[in-house]
């Protein structure tokens, strides 16, 4: 009888193993849809059997095991952090290649044609009333299509800048899920698939967002960290992250947007440990290749580089500034570019100075080393360092040999000669589209008579108009043509 009883009992405990194990392969189908869910297998293990002291034998119900792989899910969600970064850095410099219109039909591209074709129309006819106009409308436009652009990239840093906050709020969500779910780990339900699959669809999501590293402990519950230097959940305790600004410690000035911050609950900046997924890679774009452009508390920005590279060349050709700009923000140049006010048609020159000639001069007369001695010239449009007069000096034929000897020394294309009324004459000796001369500011301006002088203009009545033309091809005045923004995958041209 006791033979049938253990026939019976065994019989019925392999009925439960294999009713546990249709349960779990019911499990598998039933959650064959649900995210981060992985399949499970019952397994078995056998009972001793022993006849002397009464073990039956038969089958038992070993732990359910898990088919998920810990390395290929580390793998994945490096993958996923890396996806995330590059697909957030695509869309977020889409946006900005929209700004800088490649085929020149749009934006600062046009709008520079269009100030060009207009100086080279004005070129074949330089007292043309109409031609002059079109030149100060086009400038107005090029002016316009450089404060719109700076616009759209103040308003896209802002727009970046909130756009990390929502996502570092998405973050704090998805790690106060986890801390909910090992919370319910701890209390038992350590081998609850759809728990355990839960747990593994959030960790994927919150990859997406931030790299993180992940490390199981022995209770079941699972750490996570920011990169490898930040904790963010251990246990039920989160380090809940938030969004500040602030000046970068190489920051040379403070007058651009500041770099945006991840800090910690602890208030330690995190930034450093956030190298990918969408939130690193709107970080990248914000902190890195906006302020590349439009300029920060460390740089001017290479818009703001082109704005004033372009109005420089132009004021310094034209002779009079045609272009205005913020003289005391090098960020806002860009921003507040505009065409002069006070400056009309009858302001753009017909003629090239080549010539200035002073008034006659007493002699003999005296320089002093630090009183008078400071003579200021622009050549070829060309500001030139001071030239210091000897004292030595005491008529006009020794100072136009002083000069003469400098000019020769700096290799400056200028001639000093003093004419037969005894006035000094200062000439350009460059007989190009490009040759001008100007006398600037200096001290001694009123003792060598060059403080009212009388200029000639050259033949050539279109040689201003010309060299402005020829800007656009010419590499060699230092006007940025191009403006490329190799952090954005490709060449953002402006020619």
Do not use: C
Not at 183 to 204: C, F, M, N, R
Not at 291 to 320: T, W
Not at 332 to 358: E, K
């Amino acid at each position: 009888m006791s033979s049938l009883f253990s026939m019976l009992t065994s019989a019925a405990s392999s009925m439960s193993v294999f009713e546990n194990a249709m349960a779990v392969t019911q499990n598998n189908v039933s959650n064959a849809s649900t995210a981060g869910y992985a399949d499970q297998v019952a397994t078995f293990e056998a009972l001793p059997f022993n006849q002397g002291d009464g073990s039956i034998g038969g089958v038992q119900a070993g732990p359910t095991q898990s088919t998920r792989d810990q390395f290929a899910e580390q793998s994945v969600r490096d993958a996923s952090t890396q996806l995330g970064s590059y697909q957030q850095q695509v869309t977020s410099l889409t946006t900005l290649q929209s700004y800088f219109d490649i085929s020149g039909t749009t934006g600062v591209p046009a709008a520079l044609s269009s100030l060009y074709s207009a100086f080279s129309t004005w070129s074949t006819n330089p007292t043309n009333t109409s031609s002059q106009q079109n030149v100060l409308t086009q400038a107005q436009g090029l002016a316009s299509a450089f404060n719109t652009t700076a616009s759209n990239l103040s308003k896209t840093t802002t727009n970046a800048t909130n756009q990390i906050g929502s996502l570092v709020d998405q973050v704090n969500t998805l790690v106060g899920q986890l801390k909910g779910y090992n919370a319910q780990i701890e209390q038992g339900d350590k081998h609850d698939p759809g728990l355990d699959a839960s747990v593994y669809s959030t960790l994927q999501n919150l990859s997406q967002l931030v790299n993180i590293t992940t490390t199981t402990q022995p209770d079941g519950s699972y750490s996570v960290m920011l990169g490898t230097g930040t904790m963010l959940l251990a246990g039920t305790t989160q380090n809940a992250l938030s969004v500040s600004s602030s000046v970068p410690s190489s920051a040379v000035n403070s007058l651009g947007p500041p770099d945006v911050s991840i800090v910690d609950s602890h208030g330690s900046n995190v930034t450093d440990n956030v190298t990918g997924g969408e939130v690193g890679g709107l970080l990248y774009v914000r902190n890195q290749v906006l302020p590349s452009i439009q300029g920060d508390g460390s740089q001017n920005g290479s818009l703001n580089q082109m704005a004033k590279s372009f109005a420089d060349q132009v004021n310094s050709l034209l002779g009079y500034p045609l272009f205005t700009y913020d003289q005391t923000n090098a960020t806002n140049t860009a921003g507040s570019l505009a065409v002069n006010p006070d400056f009309t048609i009858g302001d753009l020159p017909t003629a090239r100075v080549t010539a200035l000639t002073g008034t006659d001069l007493t002699s003999p007369f005296s320089i002093t080393a630090g009183t008078n001695s400071g003579l200021n010239l622009e050549v070829d449009g060309k500001t030139l360092p001071t030239i210091t007069l000897s004292s030595s000096d005491t008529n006009a034929s020794q100072v136009a040999s002083d000069l003469n000897s400098q000019f020769s020394s700096l290799g400056i294309g200028a001639q000093a000669s003093v004419n037969a009324e005894g006035g000094l004459v200062l000439s350009t000796t460059n007989t190009g589209s490009n040759g001008s001369i100007a006398i600037l500011s200096g001290t001694a301006n009123a003792t060598l008579g060059l403080a009212s002088t009388t200029p000639t203009y050259s033949n050539d009545s279109s040689g201003v108009a010309l060299a402005l033309a020829n800007l656009v091809n010419d590499a060699g005045t230092g006007q940025a043509t191009t403006l490329t923004g190799s952090t954005l995958g490709a060449a953002v041209s402006i020619t």
